[in-house]
């Protein structure tokens, strides 16, 4: 835990953390509504030193003094920890956004097993998913496949593929995309990875929101259990994997673009 000790109103936080005799920082920023600081991507077995400032309305304060720094060792890696049993680690969960609060509904992902949020390896930011459906079973992302290559779109966020249980006959589903994207240049598409075809997905909502001071693109769009979206027939789960898409011809792909309605 972190305490000021002034009395102005606070704007912002920020940390600075390295490995001991390194010359590297690493900057990271918190809100601003709390003192319980998460620092992500350490290495085991090592010794780290903590730098903390503050920026109050009134003025910004300097990095403590070296010999006041705060100073940890970390342990030895270990399995990694999933206490909601969403198939991601509590770590990839409480490095998001929003001090680990990436959809923004005031409760930890990683402690909400219908919530999941991860690091995109394309984007390199947070990517975000939840659902009506009580469980999410996994979730990554992937670029398209050269023998599965849409056409007429690239994907600039990937490909992101997820699996639900614990699903009514209707899901609604939630997905954040941490970045700089411009919706109403996007389309949500799916992937059947069987046929190798894809289609557009009728009725999605695209909007731009800020979350924890980040930018992301919101998409918000149903499934029918079993419905044509749905690729697993087992009821009350649902496989769909589905992207971001940005058309690069501008022109309907023949034979590729359906309708889902």
């Known amino acids: 835990n972190v305490k000021h000790a002034y009395s102005s109103t606070l704007q912002s936080q920020t940390a600075r953390y390295r490995v001991v005799g390194t010359p590297t920082w690493k900057y990271q920023n918190w809100s601003k509504d709390t003192n319980h600081l998460i620092l992500c991507g350490l290495t085991p077995n090592s010794q780290y030193e903590v730098q903390t400032r503050a920026t109050w309305n009134i003025f910004k304060s300097d990095w403590q003094d070296p010999e006041n720094n705060l100073t940890f060792t970390t342990q030895a890696a270990t399995p990694k920890t999933d206490r909601d049993a969403d198939g991601i680690p509590d770590s990839a969960?409480?490095?998001?956004?929003?001090?680990g609060d990436a959809n923004n509904d005031q409760s930890y992902d990683r402690e909400q097993a219908s919530v999941g949020s991860f690091v995109n390896q394309i984007t390199g930011k947070q990517v975000a998913l939840s659902s009506t459906c009580s469980t999410v079973n996994g979730a990554s992302i992937s670029t398209e496949q050269s023998d599965k290559n849409d056409i007429a779109f690239d994907y600039p966020a990937g490909l992101l593929d997820f699996k639900l249980s614990g699903c009514g006959s209707q899901v609604e589903v939630t997905q954040y995309y941490f970045g700089s994207f411009n919706p109403s240049a996007l389309t949500l598409r799916k992937l059947n990875p069987t046929s190798g075809t894809y289609t557009t997905i009728s009725g999605a909502q695209l909007s731009n929101v800020?979350?924890?001071?980040q930018a992301a693109v919101k998409v918000v769009y149903s499934i029918t259990d079993n419905g044509?979206?749905?690729?697993d027939p087992t009821v009350?789960?649902?496989h769909d994997p589905v992207g971001l898409a940005l058309n690069t011809v501008n022109?309907?792909?023949t034979g590729l673009h359906y309708d889902l309605k």
């Not at 969960?93 to 001090?99: K, S």
């Not at 800020?210 to 001071?213: E, F, L, Q, R």
């Not at 044509?228 to 690729?231: K, S």
């Open 93 to 99: 969960e409480a490095c998001g956004p929003n001090e």
């Open 210 to 213: 800020i979350i924890g001071g």
């Open 228 to 231: 044509p979206l749905d690729l």
């Open 236 to 238: 009350g789960s649902i």
């Open 251 to 253: 022109v309907p792909n």
